[in-house]
């Protein structure tokens, strides 16, 4: 399907200018993107945007998306508590129809932001590749192994996901050092060199994590899995909040991307990530929402601005971080480590994975700069359209692949047998 924008503004991301003109899509790449030009070729259909923004979309960098299932079901406990009384009982009931539904209901939510793909971290994997199947969804999924099982199929799932779609991707990885045993690292840093990947984790998420790990080793975990080789091809960590300097250095040296998750942090009492210091650094940043269970919302422009402010706690007065180059991260910058590197700007050529901001919209005006305004006062209410490989999944309130009613009542019905 060939699609023409007319009359848009377009954030290419490339840098941070605004410039008038039109993009064109061809199935599913960008064909061109720049001044408006005369041209009498044959489109599918032609979108008026009247004046209104295209950009690339975001890139949740950090997600458990089929944790919908606990939105609002265990709150105010700090993450030990939360996650062995609460959430890893619950999660041990899940069936992979559970995992289809509350999947496709994360995804609901994150079209309706403007995110067109998720870093993702769970199991049944096979019910996320059938959302991604229906609805048109990107997933870059990491592994998130640990004591409680996962490692048996890590070497097979990394070959069967990576060549399962144009919208599906797999990383190698683990839940985190206080749930992996030594012989399952060490098992995993020999498929992190077989294949020469990158590895993920939760990483230093509080400070009990951190201190547990060094009771046990002498270490921090960002210095126990350089140790034991797993950063030697590079990769990153979900929330790096509670850091030491060597951390800093190990990330910096080895190009690691550090993703932000405040909202979750500031809900589990977990602390606030020093995201000034990773940006002064040159250390490669991103913003994920975590998952609907400690958040308790997939609201990406929530995070973003949370990312944004937080480190101004740590200032007198001044204000700590560019904006932008959190936007940046969120736009650009993951999904370079999510192996999502052909969505990252608005160029010919690249995959056509691309949203619509209304500029009309309240909170957008008056026109000062556009992409701060993103970051300081956006919402999903100023989504008006999210395309996904070329394919429009959300326009003007509606649903495009999803019948919401459906993924709605079905969720409240597997939560009702989930309770008892």
Partial sequence: ????????????????????????????????????????????????????????????????????????????????????????PMEGKLTSEHVYWFAKLAVMEYIKCGTTAAFDMYFHLDSACKVSDETGFRFSFVSGMNNFGGFETLEENYLKYNSYSDLIRYNLGFHAEYTTSMELMNGLNDLVHKYKEPCFAHNSETKLEVQGCIDRYGKTPTELMEDIGLFDFGGGGFHCVHMSDKDYEIFKKRDLLAVFNPCSNLKLSSGIADVKRFVDEGISVSIGTDGAGSNNSLNIFRDLYLASVLPNVRGEGEANVDPLILLKGLTTVGPRYMKLTDVDVLEKGKKADVIMIDLNYPSMQPINNIAVNLVYSGSPDVIKMTMINGKIVYEDGKYLTIDSDEVINKCNSLIGELKI
């Fill in 1 to 88: 399907m060939r699609i023409r924008f007319i009359n848009a503004k377009l954030l290419t991301m490339k840098d941070f200018d605004i410039i008038d003109g039109e993009l064109w899509v061809n199935n599913d790449a960008i064909e061109y993107v720049g001044d408006s030009v005369e041209d009498n070729s044959k489109f599918d259909r032609v979108i008026d945007c009247k004046g209104n923004l295209l950009m690339p979309s975001f890139k949740n960098a950090h997600a458990h998306s089929a944790m919908t299932f606990s939105r609002s079901l265990a709150d105010n406990l700090p993450l030990d508590v939360w996650l062995n009384t609460k959430i890893f």
